[in-house]
């Protein structure tokens, strides 16, 4: 009788339940495709009494905030944390959701502070993501946040300055010079940065290039005039930041806008017709793309 239970006990937990918690998960996220939203949470409550599982809770929240269902993926972001000891990977998650989809910087510092930093100190991730939030948060609502971002990026590279990852700190910093128009300091991190494979990536390398872009055919400060001759390298950054982001409509319009510049006609109408064919210029939804659309139109 002993022996009978045992194998029931371990047929039941390790077979029975797993499946049938793993074919109520399935039905739950195939429910949030249909935007069948409160019946997703009914089976996916239904399947953690069987078992819990972590990849699940993942699939959920990413899911719910593709579908735009911002408030049942923090539920499931806050749920991660509490059941699985604070994983970081849920509050980076949770805190990137808040700051570039729902724009709320005040919230996302908390989260970042609160759940991630309070449990995984000096985190290079989460001070990078700390940085990053500051430096949004400044461009968009409050120029005293500035400060805060570069107090982070100076800790990142004083704790971690010695380790593969020191490029990305200083291309932050780069960023930070750029958002606040110091000429002179960017192009010192560009001839650091430049010269080293993969040193700059994603969307810094597209801001340096939509940035020198702007000095070397724009209008300088009378004290910057003597360095539009030392911008460099304009249309090979911007073709590198296309090669690495051809998804991106800000890179797109960088290159084009580079050939209405510099006169290629040839160039600028090929440019363009990329530009005009990307989804976003289609589904007009992006502000920021429908004004490089509509700039790039009037080219």
Not at 19 to 32: E, H, M
Not at 152 to 178: A, C, E, F, P, W
Not at 262 to 285: F, I, M, Y
Request: net charge positive; hydrophobic share 40%.
């Amino acid at each position: 009788a002993v022996l009978v239970f045992c194998i029931f006990t371990l047929v039941n937990n390790l077979i029975v339940k797993p499946v049938q918690a793993n074919s109520l998960y399935k039905q739950g996220y195939a429910l949030i495709q249909e935007n069948l939203y409160p019946q997703s949470e009914d089976k996916f409550n239904q399947a953690l009494t069987y078992k819990p599982v972590k990849k699940w809770f993942y699939a959920y929240a990413k899911s719910y905030r593709e579908h735009k269902q911002y408030d049942r993926a923090s539920m499931m972001y806050k749920a991660i944390l509490s059941r699985y000891s604070h994983e970081k990977a849920a509050g980076l998650a949770w805190a990137d959701m808040e700051m570039n989809d729902r724009y709320n910087y005040e919230l996302t510092e908390t989260i970042l502070k609160r759940q991630v930093l309070d449990y995984h100190i000096n985190d290079n991730d989460a001070l990078l993501a700390l940085g990053d939030l500051y430096l949004e948060w400044a461009t968009e609502l409050d120029p005293a946040r500035f400060k805060d971002a570069k107090e982070q990026y100076d800790l990142l590279i004083q704790l971690y300055g010695g380790t593969k990852d020191l490029n990305t700190y200083l291309s932050r910093l780069m960023v930070y010079y750029i958002r606040n128009d110091n000429l002179r300091q960017v192009l010192q991190y560009k001839e650091t940065l430049y010269p080293v494979k993969n040193a700059l990536t994603g969307k810094p390398l597209i801001e340096l290039g939509g940035y020198l872009l702007e000095k070397r055919y724009g209008t300088l400060k009378p004290a910057e005039e003597s360095l539009r001759f030392s911008i460099e390298n304009v249309r090979d950054i911007l073709e590198k930041a296309v090669k690495a982001n051809p998804e991106d409509p800000v890179a797109l319009y960088n290159m084009a806008r580079y050939f209405v510049e510099s006169g290629n006609d040839v160039k600028k109408k090929t440019w363009r017709s990329k530009l005009c064919a990307h989804p976003s210029a289609e589904k007009q939804s992006d502000f920021a793309v429908i004004f490089f659309f509509c700039r790039i139109q009037r080219m």
